[in-house]
């Protein structure tokens, strides 16, 4: 009898170490120790087993079938998220399913440049894969999102701020809108108290930012291209601001000509008196700073040096005589350059 026991112990306990080891390969054995990268896609609908399925053709796990085990056993067979994941081969079973139930899906990170406009963002998600391009613009100029999102105006030109986001593919045009505006708001709100005493209106604000993001590609002129904007709106000189100009461009070539500054457009500040009636780019935070803290001067007039700064002038005078001199600079520039 007590040899019996003794047998039927050690049969249990064999048993037991069988579970045990099958359990442990099962839950913590990945399929291969290179940790090499493997990028799957989880639509929604799938079953779990078509899930497992797609894992292990993928080789991010040894078998779909024990996995699928794993999962009923954890309770995660129907807590998994639609998306797309990047796993590597040396992943455990159990970090998989973490991955999937978690929804810790493939981020891709998307830098929008300071003076982008909408159409630029657009298309620099439209290649990272994230989105339409079409469909992002047409979000993007829809007056009902831009109402919902407490924003006034008819697009949302100015506030889709510049910075790096982690978007990934499962995102709508609507979330990634919603996440630039966020990081919008959290910037203006540092300003705060400056837009209360400047007595301007966010949008006006940001239009005059907007404006100064893309005149200037130095960040040490920001203050004094502000000031020449904030002098001629207070003294009523209209702004003569080529990139206004060029935004109300239906389609521009990358060559402004004289007959563009005497077209009809609200945003042709060479024509209309005052700000253009929306923002024109989307500024980063040190435009916005700079529309609200211009330079003590009294500078009215500025033109280009050809080197990416300007030169400032106080007078038309002034500026003529700088007009002359970097125009003439530039096309003997070209002279040389042609005849080498």
């Keep these: 009898m007590r ?26 054995t990945p399929p291969s120790t290179t940790p090499e990268s493997r990028i799957v896609t989880i639509e929604r609908g799938l079953s779990f087993r078509m899930i497992a399925d797609k894992l292990e053709k993928a080789g991010v796990v040894r078998d779909a079938e024990s996995f699928s ?26 970090e998989v399913l973490e991955y999937l139930v978690k929804g810790k899906v493939k981020r891709y990170l998307i830098t929008v440049p300071e003076g982008y406009n909408i159409i630029e963002i657009a298309s620099a998600l439209d290649e990272a894969g994230l989105v339409q391009r079409q469909v992002f613009i047409a979000r993007a100029l829809d007056p009902a999102l831009v109402k919902s999102l407490g924003l006034s105006g008819p697009t949302l030109e100015g506030y889709l701020f510049p ?6 593919k499962g995102m709508s045009a609507d979330e990634m809108i919603a996440r630039m505006v966020e990081r919008f708001r959290q910037v203006f709100s540092e300003f705060e108290f400056e837009v209360e005493k400047s007595g ?6 940001v239009t005059l930012a907007s404006i100064i993001e893309k005149e200037t590609g130095a960040p040490s002129e920001r203050n004094l291209i502000s000031a020449v904007f904030h002098n001629r709106l207070n003294k009523g000189i209209r702004l003569q601001s080529d990139p206004t100009v060029i935004y ?14 005497s077209m009809k457009s609200p945003y042709n500040t060479y024509v209309n008196f005052g700000l253009p009636p929306g923002p024109i780019a989307n500024p980063g935070k040190d435009s916005i700073s700079a529309a609200l803290r211009p330079a003590k001067a009294d500078y009215l007039y500025f033109v280009s040096r050809n080197d990416g700064t300007h030169q400032f002038s106080k007078s038309l005078k002034e500026h ?18 042609a005849e080498g």
């Design 3 to 28: 040899k019996r026991l003794e047998k039927i112990t050690l049969i249990l306990a064999a048993a037991v170490l069988l579970a045990a080891t099958h359990l442990y390969i099962t839950f913590y």
């Design 69 to 94: 085990f794993a999962a009923r056993i954890l309770g995660a067979y129907k807590k998994v998220k639609a998306g797309e994941y990047e796993f590597t081969t040396s992943m455990t079973p159990m």
């Design 163 to 168: 910075d790096t986001y982690a978007f990934n």
């Design 200 to 205: 301007m209106s966010m949008r006006k604000i």
């Design 248 to 261: 109300g461009i239906p389609v521009f070539d990358g060559n402004i000509k004289k007959q563009h500054l």
């Design 320 to 337: 003529n005589k700088a007009v002359n001199q970097f125009q003439r600079s530039m096309k003997l520039t070209k002279k040389v350059g």
